[in-house]
């Protein structure tokens, strides 16, 4: 029998969450990718003999607002450095009652509203459908819910996340809107963080971290910078307790959601029929089929 390919994680989150006791720093990995250079450098490290990629999606200095990061160029770089899972760490803000600031939700819906955020590699001549029907990895999703519950963390199994464009917080119409349409919880970064995730064949779930109650509670303060940062600063230890958790529990590396197939029925093109021009934007993805 074989030896078991290692998984690599890529983590996508605050520059503060690889701050981890026990973390080996490998190297800083500086990749150009055909759309950019991503957010940072990839910190390449390893703890419990896995491997673990993190990259801060606003900059080490929280330099990029949400509509500026360069999503297909972080996607691409993860992809890459050889990351077959990608945990996506995200502070939002919650619609609901019981969700309440400093609580994890464990999403598995996504409605996007952002706009103008390039939101796929497949832009032609090579052109791809893939399903976005269950957007997180369910078998990932399942693993962190453990991991949160043996850090004691309030968590919620499930939710929707509403992705609004940013970087302006919700006016309490919208807030409101956003609690009759269903949504649970609202952030500006996990488009198209996850559609690109898919595209690339990288499994992805998100850890949606609540800090607030947006602006809907009329019994809590309105948003503001200061009062998210306060609720941050608390979640982040919680997330690196989580991924202590999750990364010293034993793993079988085996994954049935279709997340690393998901191109095998949507690229409507011949690969092999096309020019060293169209394929260079998307080669890492489509290797496989070549």
Known sequence: MGKIKQQRTGIIGGSGLYDIEGIEVIERLQLETPYGSPSDDLLLARYHEQEIVFLPRHGREHGLPPH??????NIYAMKLAGVDRIISISAVGSL?????????V??????????????TFFDGPVVAHVS????????????LIKACHASGINCHDGGAYLVMQGPQFSNRAESLLYRGWGMDVIGMTNMPEAKLAREAEICYATVAMSTDYDCWHEDEENVSVTSVIEVMQANVSKAQSMLKQFFSAPSDNICGCGCKQALSHGVFADLKAQDDESLRPIYALVERFL
Do not use: W
């Open 132 to 143: 976005m029907a269950n957007p997180v990895c369910e078998c990932l999703r399942q693993s």
């Open 96 to 104: 609901r009652e019981l969700i309440h600031p400093g609580d994890f």
């Open 106 to 119: 464990l999403v598995d819906q996504f409605v996007d509203r952002t706009h103008d955020r390039g939101n």
């Open 68 to 73: 500026k990061i360069n999503y297909r160029a």
